[in-house]
């Protein structure tokens, strides 16, 4: 994607020792990057969500496992380091698949390797992942593109209204993203769409991130309370919703950003389509339950009882605190949204029902 005309991906290896990322925490009033040259720096900005999204996190991983690789290939006990560095990378997010898939597939990539192929090795599947991350995202863009094409053709040339609830695009991934793929594809398209952004408390990734990388492509758009949503749909104004996912199950429950379940009761009562982007590294296959099975992440008190902002006066960043001093607050990062809510998964493959069957019928290569 491009910002102020240059193409970035969100993520890339910068030199050999150094791997570089768009420093998501300081968006959108600051445009910066950061460099990681160690593992334990790629879990840090992991968990302190320099970087985030379901795809980023993934490829991040991917990327800790070559500094790791870096860092110990020399060693005797290589696979005993690379497994405790694999271990404290899968504890800095328990949520997203993607980061346990990426870190499963670099520890099965390495496993057998002679010391002096290890570094080599790790970059390429490093790179491998992340390509792949852009490309299936550009697939699963095309395939909701066809979703609004279908609906701008009963519109008459009025815009089509997406609603999003957190950042589900090309800052969440390495480029193009999920929930915002199709918006993209279809504004390129020379169809006009505009979106409803949820600010997405309390780290307001909607505010903060969606409306940045919307408005910088050109994309209409209007930033809304998380609650307006179901009001919206109740006068008619969202024409269907994309959101992204975290984990989804084998029988299509969908893990996403506390508040996706929300909009899919209200969009189940109001009939408009609630549709789920992912790519198939978010398939968790071994679970079916979603709401029993998929561990949710609880953060620290302090993103809900503080808000950072730009304050006008002083010209730069401020965090303030918006409640009584000693108020405790608890901070569930995710959700979930039951299958029977989900209109439909979109996939790098194609549009499957949110279901055990709809989802095995599009890999039945990969899960018979």
């Known amino acids: ?97 993607n980061l346990e898939w990426a870190v499963n597939r670099m520890q099965k990539a390495l496993a057998t390797l002679a010391p002096t192929d290890r570094i080599d ?26 979703l609004i094409r279908e609906i701008a053709k009963r519109k008459s040339g009025q815009p089509v209204n997406v609603l999003t609830h957190c950042n589900a695009g090309w800052l969440a991934f390495v480029d193009h993203g999920t929930a915002l793929a199709p918006v993209y594809a279809a504004f390129d398209a020379g169809i006009p769409v505009h979106v409803w952004v949820d600010e997405t408390r309390p780290r307001n990734q909607g505010a903060a991130l969606t409306t940045w990388e919307l408005g910088h492509h050109g ?35 969908v893990a996403n950003k506390i508040g996706t379940y929300l909009k899919a009761l209200a969009a189940r009562d109001n009939s408009v389509p609630f549709y789920a982007v992912l790519p198939s590294s978010t398939i968790d296959w071994d679970i079916e339950d979603g709401v029993r099975d998929i561990v949710i992440e609880e953060r620290g008190s302090e993103e809900v009882r503080y808000i950072t902002g730009w304050d006008e006066a002083a010209g730069k960043p401020a965090t303030v605190r918006v409640c009584p001093v000693n108020t405790p607050a608890a901070n569930y990062g995710f959700d979930v949204t039951p299958a029977r809510l989900v209109t439909g998964i979109i996939t790098e493959r194609g549009i499957a029902k949110a279901s055990h069957e709809g989802l095995r019928t599009l890999y039945a290569d990969l899960h018979p």
Not at 24 to 36: G, V, Y
Not at 39 to 66: F, H, Q, S, T
Request: glycine share 8%.
């Open 219 to 253: 994309v209409p758009h209007t930033l809304i309370p998380d609650n307006a949503g179901g009001h919206l749909m109740q006068h008619g104004r969202v024409d269907i919703i994309f959101v992204g996912s975290d984990r989804t199950t084998a029988a299509g429950d």
């Open 1 to 97: 994607m491009n910002v102020d005309g240059k193409p970035y991906r969100t993520i890339w290896l910068e030199s050999p020792d150094c791997v570089r990322i768009i420093d998501q925490a300081l968006l959108p009033h600051q445009f910066a990057f950061m460099d990681l040259r160690t593992p334990e720096e790629m879990c840090v900005a992991i968990r302190n969500m320099n970087l985030r999204g379901a795809g980023l996190i993934g490829c991040a991983a991917a990327w800790g496992m070559y500094l790791a690789a870096r860092k110990h290939a020399a060693a005797a006990d290589f696979g005993a380091r690379m497994q405790a560095e694999a271990a404290a990378l899968l504890a800095t997010r328990p949520t997203a698949k």
């Open 121 to 146: 090795c790790a970059r390429r599947e490093a790179q491998a992942i992340t390509d792949e991350d852009a490309e299936f995202s550009r697939r699963m863009g095309q395939h909701g593109l066809a």
